[in-house]
């Protein structure tokens, strides 16, 4: 065939800057990880010529695709002269490298792009199947049997704080609050990016397990099925349930302080919104108490006004789980020290 073309994983380990040429919408929806997105049509575009393809068949709808490119050719040629100038400084290889080009199926945009750049004498590598390929590889990586080890714990325990010890000492971990971009409660997206879409949330988890020896530990923080607006892959989520689990003890002190370490820099009127979500579960007394307490700064009275409501929840949640280690880890510092009461605790 003209164009060369590679089976995902082949197609991946090749060098070189990976460019996704479909509409930004598309792109946002989800993403293959450290793609740079060159679209050949826009979100307007992509649906005028989807419109045709629909009503006047294929031939029209590729005229219509055509006068498109035609129109932008310059400037997508600038755009992908950019991005591989890029690559070259970032990486300071002079090496023959491929430009790595997918569409949503492998089809006319990546074959279009490479047919460009080839007359430029460039190297482009097109992905066979395209971003399809991709999403059937990430939902795989799911269903494969992991050593799941779930952190649990109370609201302030540390669980988060704990992950992160775990990953700086090379242990396997996935964060999944940091990939969807959501502590997963009311006050979870306070001082966060803007969460993902779902598939990328996804997309994020498989390219992460990727890199993993799955026959090894890998360290979760306990999660509901849902953190945010992201929804944990149902494969994983249910290897998660059924996985050994450490539950994190803690003093109410300790817990307090790790709260209000956490949540007191944050903009008073943020954290009155937030309260306000869950009004109807606090009840009237201890919203009055919390809004009241946030406005004077009295930290301490806010999050012990919203602290049983969230430890109700969580001995709900627990309810059912078997294969459960507890760790007390009352009064000690969140550093390497712990990780031998990990180990014992295996």
Same mark, same amino acid.
């Given at each position: +065939? ?8 082949k ?6 800057? #990976? ?16 793609? !740079? ?8 575009e @992509? ?10 068949? @294929? ?6 695709? #055509? ?14 002269? +950019? %991005?591989?100038? %890029?690559?070259? &400084? ?5 090496? *023959? ?6 569409? /949503?199926?492998?089809? +006319? ?7 460009l750049?080839e ?5 482009? #590598? ?37 992950l ?9 971990? =996935?964060?999944? *609050? ?7 409660? &009311?006050?979870?997206?306070?001082g ?49 349930k059924?996985?050994? @689990? =450490?539950?994190i ?13 956490t ?5 008073k009127?943020? #954290?009155?919104? /937030? ?9 009237p ?20 006004s ?17 294969? !459960?280690?507890?760790?007390?880890? &009352? ?16």
């Amino acid at each position: +065939m003209y164009f060369k073309r590679k089976e995902l994983e082949k197609f991946r380990s090749f060098q070189g800057p #990976l460019i996704d040429v479909r509409s930004p919408g598309e792109y946002y929806k989800g993403h293959m990880l450290n793609s !740079i997105n060159i679209p050949l049509f826009d979100n307007d575009e @992509r649906s005028i010529i989807g419109t045709i393809y629909k009503k006047e068949g @294929r031939k029209k709808a590729v005229i219509e695709g #055509l006068k498109f490119f035609e129109k932008k050719m310059e400037l997508l040629l600038d755009n992908l002269f +950019m %991005s591989i100038d %890029s690559y070259k &400084t970032i990486t300071k290889k002079n090496n *023959e490298f491929f430009i790595r080009i997918y569409c /949503s199926r492998g089809g +006319m945009r990546s074959q279009s792009i490479a047919w460009l750049l080839e007359k430029y004498k460039l190297n482009p #590598l097109t992905l066979k199947g395209g971003y399809k390929m991709y999403r059937r590889w990430v939902l795989d990586r799911f269903s494969k049997k992991m050593n799941i080890v779930v952190i649990g714990g109370k609201t302030g325990t540390g669980k988060t704080r704990l992950l992160s010890l775990l990953e700086k000492y090379k242990y396997q971990t =996935i964060d999944l *609050e940091g990939f969807a971009c959501h502590r997963g409660s &009311t006050f979870g997206g306070l001082g966060m990016k803007e969460q993902p879409s779902n598939e990328q949330f996804e997309n994020l988890i498989a390219e992460k397990l990727n890199s993993f020896k799955l026959s090894n530990y890998i360290f979760v923080e306990a999660e509901s099925a849902n953190i945010g607006k992201c929804k944990i892959p149902h494969e994983f989520f249910n290897q998660m349930k059924h996985s050994r @689990r =450490i539950e994190i003890l803690r003093s109410d002190s300790n817990r307090l302080e790790e709260l209000i370490d956490t949540y007191s820099v944050f903009k008073k009127e943020e #954290l009155q919104e /937030s309260v306000l979500r869950i009004k109807k579960r606090l009840g009237p007394q201890r919203t009055k108490l919390a809004l009241e307490s946030i406005n004077n700064e009295k930290w301490d009275l806010v999050c012990r006004s919203v602290l049983d409501y969230y430890d109700k929840c969580y001995e709900f949640e627990k309810v059912g789980k078997t294969n !459960i280690e507890l760790l007390d880890l &009352t009064d000690k510092k969140y550093d390497e020290g712990i990780l031998e009461l990990i180990n014992n605790v295996l």
